[in-house]
């Protein structure tokens, strides 16, 4: 009977490969990889959450700032609307005076001196109202600019913080899903944020 051993002296051995430790290595560079983007992805959520807390309180901020010169432009109103009311008052005060020294002079008679006194007076009072309203007037307006100004400005950071959580949203998307187009996606929203961010403090 032939040699069972000696037969299998003669075949030639298999190379032997180790497939549980190249099945590992392949894997621990998959990890690696895969964990050098979720870093690169955490690092760039964190930066964008923390720029849309900073916008999200300044857009807080300019809105609050800018409805109280509102409120202060509508007092400014109020108190303009009042001198007119006061200019107009006087301009009617005027109007009597000169309708009374009128009557006097259409019966023949001299008008009282008081008559055209009171006549200069109210129109003294009413130039002085005039300049009083019109300053008031300035005052108001400028209040209202400014405030305009801040509404845009709030716009500009709530955007901002728009733009900024739709970028880590993508980021966490990208986290999940390991797709780096995501990724890009976040990053690109991201930086639009940025640039609506940079906006208010440029102009």
Same mark, same amino acid.
């Given at each position: 009977?032939?040699?069972? $051993?000696?037969?299998?002296?003669?075949?030639?051995?298999? %190379?032997?490969?180790?497939?549980?430790?190249?099945?590992?290595?392949?894997?621990?560079? #998959?990890?690696?990889?895969?964990?050098?983007?979720? +870093?690169?992805?955490?690092?760039?959520?964190?930066?964008? @959450?923390?720029?849309?807390?900073?916008?999200? /309180?300044?857009?807080?901020?300019?809105?609050?700032?800018?409805?109280?010169? !509102?409120?202060?432009?509508?007092?400014? =109103?109020?108190?303009?609307?009042? =001198?007119?009311?006061?200019?107009?008052? !006087?301009?009617?005060? @005027?109007?009597?005076? @000169?309708?009374?020294?009128?009557?006097?002079?259409?019966?023949? !008679? %001299?008008? %009282? %001196?008081?008559? $055209?006194?009171?006549?200069?007076?109210?129109?003294?009072? =009413?130039?002085? *109202?005039?300049?009083?309203?019109?300053?008031?007037?300035?005052?108001?307006? @400028? !209040?209202? +600019?400014?405030?305009?100004?801040?509404?845009?400005?709030?716009?500009?950071?709530?955007?901002?913080?728009? /733009?900024?959580?739709?970028? *880590? $949203?993508?980021? $966490?998307?990208?986290?999940?899903? +390991?797709?780096?187009?995501?990724?890009?996606?976040?990053?690109?929203?991201?930086?639009?944020?940025?640039?609506?961010?940079? #906006?208010?403090?440029?102009?």
């Amino acid at each position: 009977m032939p040699d069972p $051993a000696a037969g299998r002296e003669d075949m030639p051995e298999q %190379p032997e490969v180790e497939t549980e430790r190249l099945h590992e290595a392949i894997h621990e560079e #998959l990890e690696r990889a895969g964990g050098t983007m979720l +870093r690169r992805i955490a690092l760039t959520t964190a930066v964008f @959450a923390a720029l849309a807390a900073i916008a999200a /309180l300044e857009a807080g901020d300019t809105v609050n700032e800018a409805l109280v010169l !509102k409120t202060e432009a509508g007092r400014l =109103q109020a108190q303009a609307s009042d =001198q007119w009311a006061y200019y107009q008052a !006087k301009g009617i005060k @005027a109007a009597v005076r @000169a309708a009374e020294a009128s009557s006097w002079t259409a019966v023949g !008679k %001299p008008a %009282p %001196p008081t008559l $055209a006194a009171d006549q200069q007076r109210y129109a003294t009072e =009413q130039a002085e *109202i005039q300049r009083e309203a019109r300053s008031v007037e300035q005052e108001r307006d @400028a !209040k209202s +600019r400014e405030a305009d100004a801040l509404i845009a400005r709030h716009h500009r950071f709530a955007s901002a913080v728009a /733009l900024f959580q739709v970028a *880590i $949203a993508l980021g $966490a998307m990208a986290a999940l899903t +390991r797709m780096p187009l995501l990724w890009l996606g976040s990053v690109l929203m991201g930086l639009a944020g940025v640039v609506l961010f940079a #906006l208010p403090w440029l102009g």
